[in-house]
C-alpha cells in the first residue's frame, strides 16, 4: 500500500511539474504582447517587450504599441526573429533618439573603442533580426542638422515596413548591407542628404519621400555581384518650403543602383537628375559604374531629356523585369506582400 501511494504521489507531482511548465512556458513566451507607457500592457518599454521574445523563435509574435513618445535607442539583434512591431497610431506612436556622428559617447567609449557615436551607431532603431516587420510607428532621430544621423538602421533580411514615417535630416534611412532585402509601403520618408542610403537590396511602394534641404535623395552603395539596389514604385518626390535643387541620388560606393519607376517628381528635382559624388579619392569615376534609371516620370521635375548622359531611360521591355519576385525573391521565392 505504501508503494502505492508513493507512486500515485510521484505520478501526480509529474504532471503537476508538466502543467506547470507548460503554463510558464506560455506565460513567458506569448504571441501577442501589448506595450503601453501607463502601465496598462505587458511592459512600459519597446525593448523590454523585444527582449522578452523567445530568442530565435520559430513562431510569429506581435507587439502591440499603444500611443506615446517613447525614448528609447531600440535594438532588435540577430536572435530575436518573427516580430511585427504595430504601432496604435503612426502620428502619436513615436520611437525617438538624437544620437549623431561626432557626439560623445557618454559612457566613456563603446563596444568598439569609440569615443564618439559614428553614423553607424547614431540610430535610434537597429534592427538586425531577419523577418521583422513595422507598422503604424514613426521612428525618428531628433538630432537636427549636425550630420549623420540615422533613424532606422536595418540590416536583417526579409524586413518590411508599411504605413510608417521615417524622420530625420541627414542619413535619415540605413538600407545596410547587401544580404539584406527590405520592403517599405506607403511610408513617408523625409531629410536632407542621402536620407536613403546602404548597400540593401529595397523596394519601395507609394511611399512619400520629402527632401528638406537642397542635397541628395539617395545615396546607395550597391555591390558589383548584387542585380538591384534602390527600386522606387509610384513615390511622390516632394521638398519644403524654398528647396530648389535635389538630385534624385549620387553613388556612395561605385556599383550603385537606384531606379525610379512611374514616380512623381517635383520641382525641387534638378534637371540633369543625378550627381557623380566627384572628389571621392578612394573611388573616383563613380559614373562609369553606377546604374541610375527612371522609367515614366511624371510631374514638373521629370525633364527626363535633360538626365545626365550616363544615366539610363527604360523602355517597355527592360522595366518589365522589375517585379517584386525578380528584386526581393532570391531562391526563398520571398514575397513581401504576403506579410503584410
Known amino acids: 500500500m505504501k508503494y502505492l501511494l508513493k507512486t500515485s504521489s510521484l505520478i501526480v507531482l509529474s504532471l503537476v511539474c508538466w502543467v506547470t511548465q507548460l503554463l510558464a512556458q506560455s506565460a513567458v513566451f506569448p504571441k501577442e504582447i501589448t506595450v503601453a507607457q501607463d502601465g496598462s500592457g505587458n511592459y512600459q518599454t519597446i525593448q523590454e517587450a523585444v527582449n522578452s521574445v523567445r530568442d530565435l523563435g520559430g513562431k510569429s509574435v506581435k507587439i502591440f504599441i499603444k500611443k506615446g513618445i517613447y525614448k528609447e535607442k531600440l535594438v532588435i539583434p540577430t536572435w530575436k526573429t518573427n516580430i511585427s512591431l504595430i504601432g496604435e497610431d503612426k502620428e502619436n506612436t513615436i520611437i525617438t533618439n538624437n544620437d549623431f556622428s561626432g557626439k560623445v559617447y557618454p559612457q566613456g567609449k563603446d563596444a568598439f573603442g569609440k569615443d564618439k557615436f559614428t553614423t553607424y551607431t547614431s540610430y535610434s532603431v537597429l534592427v538586425q533580426g531577419n523577418d521583422l516587420s513595422m507598422e503604424n510607428l514613426t521612428i525618428a532621430n531628433t538630432a537636427g542638422a549636425v550630420g549623420q544621423a540615422v533613424a532606422l538602421h536595418v540590416e536583417g533580411d526579409r524586413f518590411v515596413a508599411k504605413n510608417c514615417k521615417l524622420l530625420g535630416f541627414q542619413d535619415t534611412l540605413y538600407a545596410a548591407t547587401e544580404k539584406s532585402r527590405q520592403f517599405y509601403q506607403d511610408c513617408y520618408i523625409e531629410g536632407t542628404t542621402d536620407f536613403i542610403f546602404g548597400e540593401a537590396t529595397v523596394v519601395f511602394q507609394n511611399c ?133
Open 208 to 340: 512619400t519621400i520629402n527632401s528638406l534641404s537642397n542635397s541628395y535623395v539617395t545615396a546607395a552603395a550597391t555591390r558589383v555581384n548584387q542585380k538591384f539596389g534602390f527600386v522606387l514604385f509610384n513615390c511622390t518626390l516632394k521638398a519644403a518650403e524654398k528647396v530648389t535643387k535635389v538630385y534624385l541620388g549620387r553613388p556612395w560606393r561605385p556599383y550603385a543602383k537606384t531606379v525610379f519607376i512611374t514616380c512623381e517628381l517635383g520641382s525641387h528635382i534638378v534637371p540633369e537628375g543625378w550627381n557623380p559624388w566627384k572628389g571621392d579619392a578612394m573611388f573616383p569615376d563613380k559614373e562609369k559604374t553606377a546604374y541610375y534609371a527612371e522609367f515614366g516620370s511624371k510631374g514638373s521635375g521629370a525633364t527626363v531629356k535633360a538626365r545626365v548622359a550616363w544615366s539610363h531611360q527604360l523602355n517597355a521591355k527592360e522595366v518589365r523585369n522589375y517585379t517584386l519576385k525578380n528584386i526581393l525573391g532570391a531562391a526563398d521565392n520571398w514575397n513581401p506582400l504576403s506579410e503584410i
